[in-house]
Nanobody, 123 residues
Framework: EVQLVESGGGLVQPGGSLRLSCAAS????????MSWVRQAPGKGLEWVSG????????KSADSVKGRFTISRDNAKNTLYLQMNSLKPEDTAVYYC????????????????WGQGTQVTVSS
């Protein structure tokens, strides 16, 4: 069974930083592209950032470009999202998402979801 377990969420002030982690199991992690997707209060799912299976290619949504960095450690079966210069509008539940073998840039391409971790950016 595919398992994706997020951690690292919490309350942070605007301008602050947070690093999310996703521990993956139940599949060959290094063979699949991964993404982070978020859902703000009252909003739909928003694709945030994606990474290829090897980690050689990354892409982020314009809303977080230059502030968030996606990375992975295939030896540890772990996906990361480094979030800097956080804004109140970044407040959302953040989901770790397993994609297909090639890449994933839209929510519709997600195959499996983690349970989500809450990120709240507030003074």
């Amino acid at each position: 069974e595919v398992q994706l377990v997020e951690s690292g969420g919490g309350l942070v002030q605007p301008g602050g930083s947070l690093r999310l982690s996703c521990a993956a199991s139940g599949f060959t992690f290094s063979s699949y592209a991964m993404s982070w997707v978020r859902q703000a209060p009252g909003k739909g799912l928003e694709w945030v950032s994606g990474i290829s299976s090897s980690g050689g290619r990354t892409k982020s949504a314009d809303s977080v470009k230059g502030r968030f960095t996606i990375s992975r450690d295939n030896a540890k079966n772990t996906l990361y999202l480094q979030m800097n210069s956080l804004k109140p509008e970044d407040t959302a539940v953040y989901y770790c998402a397993k994609c297909g073998p090639v890449f994933c840039t839209v929510v519709a391409e997600v195959e499996n979801w983690g349970q989500g971790t809450q990120v709240t950016v507030s003074s």
